[in-house]
């Protein structure tokens, strides 16, 4: 399904790692006590010695959807942690036998040691969809809900009405001051928490027809009729 891509260890804070493979990227914060790696990547790599290399803490993984490019590597971890809404999509054929799945919902939280990582619900892209909140340092770690893009909305499982809404919601969150960065999985990353104003004005314009779209010429089998909606520096699939 996927190409081969190459697979690298980023240091982008002192507690924030990206493991980058190029179209995607998953995240290590590592605490004071703990730490968690935010998706799985989407072809093989050797995740446990890269996150090794940064932390001697026991890792779990935290998934924020359950898209194959999130998911290639969880038989590196015994312990994966999924929404309720996204376990039916998880499959047994993705992480080993071993593995033991821990449903997480709105408010749960990973008390890292010095960091907290609060889940926050955010359907939408898939059902289950959700972003991890470190609102001590105004970071928000978005999966595939937030991001330059273009954010997949076409397809099984994607709810354009359930992913306005879940942007609105976050857009109030950072009003509130909850936080002011965005690291994606996709596409640039660290983000303004300013383009989620062009998201919303993206979708919200492909549902009353008010936004032209062009065709997204994807070059894939099922693809044929997806169209590109743009806005500011955003696009949605769909």
């Known amino acids: ?3 081969n891509f190459e697979t690298r260890l980023v240091q982008l804070s002192g507690q924030i790692y990206a493991i980058d493979q190029q179209m995607v990227r998953s995240f290590v914060i590592v605490g004071k006590q703990a730490a968690l790696c935010i998706d799985a990547g989407v072809v093989p790599a050797d995740f446990a010695g890269m996150i090794s290399s940064v932390t001697r803490f026991p890792v779990a993984c935290c998934l924020t959807h359950t898209d194959g490019d999130h998911t290639a590597n969880l038989h590196a971890f015994s312990r994966v942690y999924i929404h309720p809404s996204e376990r039916p999509l998880l499959t047994p054929d993705r992480y080993s036998d071993g ?3 821990v449903r997480v919902s709105e408010r749960d939280c990973f008390d890292l040691g010095g960091i907290q990582l609060k889940v ?15 609102e001590k340092h105004g970071i928000l770690f978005s999966g595939d ?8 909305l076409f397809g099984e499982h994607r709810n354009l009405d359930d992913y306005i809404e879940s942007l609105h919601k976050l857009q109030g969150m950072a009003a509130e001051g909850k936080f ?3 690291y994606p999985s996709h596409n640039t990353c660290p983000v303004p928490a300013s383009i989620i104003s062009d998201l919303i004005a993206c979708a919200e314009g492909i549902r009353d027809g008010s936004l032209k779209g062009r065709p997204a010429e994807m070059g894939r089998p099922g693809t044929e009729d997806v169209m590109l909606y743009t806005c500011g520096k955003c696009g949605i699939y769909r």
Do not use: N, Q, R, W
């Open 120 to 134: 926050v619900a955010c359907p939408g892209h898939t059902p289950g969809s959700i972003a991890l909140l470190d």
């Open 180 to 182: 002011d960065t965005i």
């Open 145 to 152: 809900t937030i991001s330059y893009g273009p954010v997949y």
């Open 1 to 3: 399904m996927f190409g």
């Open 99 to 101: 593995t033991e799945i």
